[in-house]
């Protein structure tokens, strides 16, 4: 097994290993580089769906995925399906415009998986079935690199901090009605540690991203404001480690301490398929209670937050 960084703040290839038949040794190795670089990229793996979820399994159990609104579920409930290939007509390509791809254009926000969710992911695995020739890339920075340059009063604010996530408030900066009304009111927001801790090297980093709202006993506009400049300082180009799909890559990343984002592709031209298999968190970042259904909660169900910015991304 041979590991290359790709970044100088997270990211390594691994070569030189099967996925679908790995022994105890070499599995060890790879839970170790993915410790230390946060995203691992493995070309060449040719994986059926039960590959996939048997690999994903031998770090810890698999997270259930979210019902999206105007999906039906093809797939395992433990898959998640990112295809803009048409349920219902198989050769047909749904562009941007489609209702169907307004959902999974919230991927192309920077966000952290399932943090809307009272025990976040601890990782994502995503294998790239079909690819597009141009675009579709998925982008990655450190949550760890951005917390060591914060300067040392800005950390000394983060500390202790609870921040309020929830996919309803990130999804209505995209557009209205993208969840049914019934399932709105089991997405309750989460509190999620604003400063979280890898409990296997002690490596801080912050934890934002789309989903993060609010940060709890703070003025309002002022946590919006602290939230959006620690995603700019996250996000600065010269942090992001860019990754180009070839077709059966598959791509880990580390959920507690890395953002990511998928890049737009002209959709109504070429497929791109992807799975992705989730390992679940190990549990709350905080104590409880767990969720919280404040007023502004039930100002978001009554008439929707931010600023929808509508239609293509
Ligand atoms: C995801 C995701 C981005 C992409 O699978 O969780 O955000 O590039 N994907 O498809
Ligand atoms: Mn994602």
Not at 57 to 63: A, D, H, I, T, Y
Not at 82 to 91: A, F, K, R, Y
Not at 145 to 152: F, G, I, K, Q, R
Request: charged share 25%; net charge neutral; glycine share 8%.
């Amino acid at each position: 097994m041979k590991v290359t960084p790709l970044h100088p703040h997270l990211g390594a290839e691994v070569a030189g290993v099967e996925l679908k038949a790995m022994d105890g040794a070499t599995f060890k190795q790879v839970f170790d580089a993915f410790q230390q670089y946060s995203v691992l990229v493995f070309h060449d793996q040719r994986l059926t769906d039960e590959e996939q979820m048997a690999f994903t399994e031998r770090f810890g159990p698999l997270e259930e995925t979210l019902k999206a609104t105007g999906k039906e579920n093809r797939l395992h409930p433990k898959l998640v399906d990112l295809s803009n290939v048409d349920p219902d007509h198989d050769e047909r390509l749904m562009g941007w415009g489609d209702r169907r791809m307004l959902y999974q254009s919230g991927n192309q926000l920077w966000h952290t998986d399932s943090s809307f969710k009272p025990v976040p992911a601890m990782a994502s695995l995503l294998s790239g079935r079909e690819v597009p020739p141009a675009g579709g890339e998925t982008e990655f920075v450190s949550m760890r690199h951005a917390w060591d340059t914060l300067p040392e009063a800005t950390r000394r604010r983060l500390e202790e901090r609870v921040v309020v996530h929830s996919i309803l408030y990130s999804r209505s900066t995209i557009a209205r009605g993208l969840f049914d009304p019934e399932h709105e009111r089991e997405l309750a927001p989460v509190r999620q540690a604003l400063v979280r801790v890898n409990p296997v090297n002690g490596r801080k980093g912050i934890y934002i991203g789309s989903h993060a709202w609010y940060i709890e006993g703070m003025e309002h506009g002022e946590s919006r404001r602290l939230l959006d400049d620690l995603l700019v300082h996250t996000t600065r180009a010269e942090c992001v480690l860019r990754h180009r799909w070839t077709r059966w890559d598959l791509v880990m990343w580390d959920n507690r301490c890395v953002l990511h984002r998928g890049r737009p592709w002209d959709a109504e031209r070429h497929k791109r398929v992807m799975r992705r298999t989730t390992i679940a968190g190990e549990g709350p970042t905080v104590e409880p209670p767990f969720a919280t259904r404040t007023p502004a909660w039930e100002g978001i169900i009554a008439q929707g937050v931010g600023q929808p910015r509508g239609g293509t991304p």
